[in-house]
Nanobody, 129 residues
Framework: QVQLVESGGGSVQAGGSLRLSCVAS????????MGWFRQAPGKEREEVAR???????KYADSVKGRFTISKDNAKNTLYLQMDSLKPEDTAMYYC???????????????????????WGQGTQVTVSS
């Protein structure tokens, strides 16, 4: 089991920055694979960025060059540095985690939201124009 607690959300003007944090507790192996998702009202939850067990990172096209995902393994904490924020970044941001394990025939991290088993409660980010 993994428990995730996000923090760092808030309200900023367009062009501003925020840094989200997600502290993981419980099984450390269960947080080998971690990611950030967001969900705006009336929209589906979408992946923002993820970091895999080998520290490989992947970003949604909409945030590339503006957001940076990182992880401090000593603190078991995931971060999302968000710069040059836009009004369309307004959403509830969620941290997700899961084990690096076999999915089908391949051992790998999750690549879709449905493959993550552990979620935080979310932190709201609001960007005004």
């Amino acid at each position: 089991q993994v428990q995730l607690v996000e923090s760092g959300g808030g309200s900023v003007q367009a062009g501003g920055s925020l840094r989200l944090s997600c502290v993981a507790s419980g099984s450390t192996a269960g947080s080998d694979c971690m990611g950030w998702f967001r969900q705006a009202p009336g929209k589906e939850r979408e992946e923002v960025a993820r970091i895999e067990s080998d520290r490989t990172t992947k970003y949604a096209d909409s945030v590339k060059g503006r957001f940076t995902i990182s992880k401090d393994n000593a603190k078991n904490t995931l971060y999302l540095q968000m710069d040059s924020l836009k009004p369309e970044d307004t959403a509830m941001y969620y941290c997700a985690a899961d084990y690096w394990r076999f999915r089908g025939m391949v051992a790998r991290c999750p690549t879709t939201k449905d493959e993550y088993n552990y979620w935080g409660q979310g932190t709201q980010v609001t960007v005004s124009s």
